[in-house]
């Protein structure tokens, strides 16, 4: 997608789609949902890393993150989280990337900059998995997008997305922190989730 003609904004958030889209396909192969087959190893911002290549669990994932472009263009999205989830679609673990785009980033944007901040996710990945979760066999996995404000009735992207039907947790959920960027013109944070040990077995939705 030619990059060019877009606002710094817009530049940002394409960065970002294809980051996010790369970094949940490393997530779903570090926690051992499917095959080895259904990924291979590619070479993504100088990094080596597991690129879902399985027909619908890449179409999957990259139309979902690429559908976040015009609401991170739009500094509308909070939280990208990829959930795992257990049999009675209970949460069990949360990876979560918390993100603001500057809106008044009016300079031109320098790629490499923000690729080198971005490219420290995907390492940190790649190491993540002893402070993870098991995950059991017949458990589910989803992606879902927290918005600062819903888009309006007739936004026709907005209309793409339906609402969640994750059950919430009772107590405050454990949190571990993976990485963090703080620069103009990104902010990203990335740590995991898990319920607390206080939590009750069955969180109401």
Known sequence: ????????????AQVVVEFLEVAVSCIVFL???????????????NVVVQKAVHPELASY??????????????????RVV??????????IEKFVFKLAVNQSYGSKLEEADL????????????????????LPSDGSWEITAYFRSLPGDDDREGQLW?????????????????????????KMQLYLEHP??????????
């Open 61 to 78: 994932i990259h139309s979902t993150t690429t559908g976040l472009f015009p609401f991170i263009q739009k500094g509308l999205v909070e």
């Open 162 to 186: 339906i609402p969640t039907d994750t059950k919430l947790w009772m107590q405050p959920p454990q949190i571990t922190p993976i990485k963090s960027v703080s620069c103009d013109p990104l």
């Open 115 to 134: 690729e080198f901040a971005l490219r420290a996710f995907l390492i940190k990945l790649t190491v993540a998995e002893p402070v993870t979760k098991s």
């Open 196 to 205: 607390s040990h206080t939590e009750p077995k069955n969180p109401t939705a």
């Open 31 to 45: 926690k051992g949902f499917y095959p080895p087959r259904a990924f291979e190893r590619r070479r993504y911002m």
């Open 1 to 12: 997608m030619d990059r060019k003609n877009r606002t710094p904004q817009g530049q940002i």
């Open 82 to 91: 990829v959930i795992f989830y257990d049999k009675e679609h209970v949460p």
